[in-house]
């Protein structure tokens, strides 16, 4: 899997939109990347996943680049319960690999 | 409700006393992974299945066992637990099609070892 770089913290207002960054410079064509949440200590929760084409579900939105060697993952309206670690993960969709690796993510801390 | 469990949540227990963690989903998944936590960072991987009978090792294996001998559930062994075994231990499984894609977590398990 390729490794990705996320910052260790970010602040963000209530009701502001939360960009949080992941660089994953050494990402293959066939690898897609995948957003995960830990609020708290309870099991982390999948929010989103894309490979070129930025994506939208009910949480949030995944920002590609072009040459997908970054993306953004934005909370629109953050609240306060969006506070969490999230975490960038980069990983072979059709694959049957098991291992799997989470980095140390980015705290975010969404303030009133 | 599809889930993945764990028991027990809070686990105190005495170094060298073997324990199991259990942990079952009802999603009928291939995959399931054993993860632990320790304060500050991030997830590392301990164990993961990739069906029945199927089994390997993550990237921090050391003291832990596991067996996948129903489809279900996947429990975590620790024959004798020592004090750096104290961690957060989550549970994971993932959607139809194998592999470590998409993974639904457990509540985890905390386990203190003296």
């Known amino acids: 899997d390729a490794k990705t770089t996320q910052p260790t913290s970010m602040d963000c207002a209530e009701g502001r939109a939360a960009n949080l960054p992941c660089n994953h410079s050494?990402?293959?064509?066939?690898?897609?990347v995948y957003w995960y949440r830990q609020i708290h200590s309870q099991g982390p929760q999948y929010i989103i996943h894309g490979l070129k084409n930025n994506e939208t579900n009910e949480m949030a939105s995944l920002i590609i680049t072009e040459d997908r060697k970054s993306s953004t993952l934005i909370l629109p309206h953050a609240t306060l319960r969006d506070t969490a670690v999230y975490y960038c993960?980069?990983?072979?969709?059709?694959?049957?690999?098991?291992?799997?690796?989470f980095g140390d993510g980015t705290t975010l801390t969404v303030k009133p | 409700e599809a889930q993945v469990t764990q028991n027990p949540r809070y686990l105190i227990t005495v170094t060298g006393k073997k324990l199991t963690v259990t942990c079952s989903q009802n999603?009928?998944?291939?995959?399931m992974s054993w993860y632990r936590q320790d304060p500050g960072l991030g997830l590392r991987q301990i164990y993961y299945?990739?069906?029945?009978?199927?089994?390997d090792k993550g990237d921090v294996p050391e003291g832990y066992k596991v067996s996948r001998k129903e489809k279900r559930n996947f429990p975590l062994i620790l024959e004798s637990p020592s004090p750096n075994q104290t961690s957060l231990y989550f549970c994971?499984?993932?959607?139809?099609?194998?592999?470590?894609?998409?993974?639904?977590f457990g509540p985890g398990t905390r386990l203190l070892v003296l």
């Open positions: 994971a499984s993932s959607s139809p099609g194998g592999g470590a894609k998409t993974q639904y």
């Open positions: 050494t990402i293959s064509g066939n690898e897609y």
């Open positions: 999603m009928n998944h291939e995959y």
């Open positions: 299945s990739m069906n029945v009978e199927v089994t």
């Open positions: 993960i980069v990983r072979v969709y059709n694959t049957n690999a098991g291992k799997s690796t």
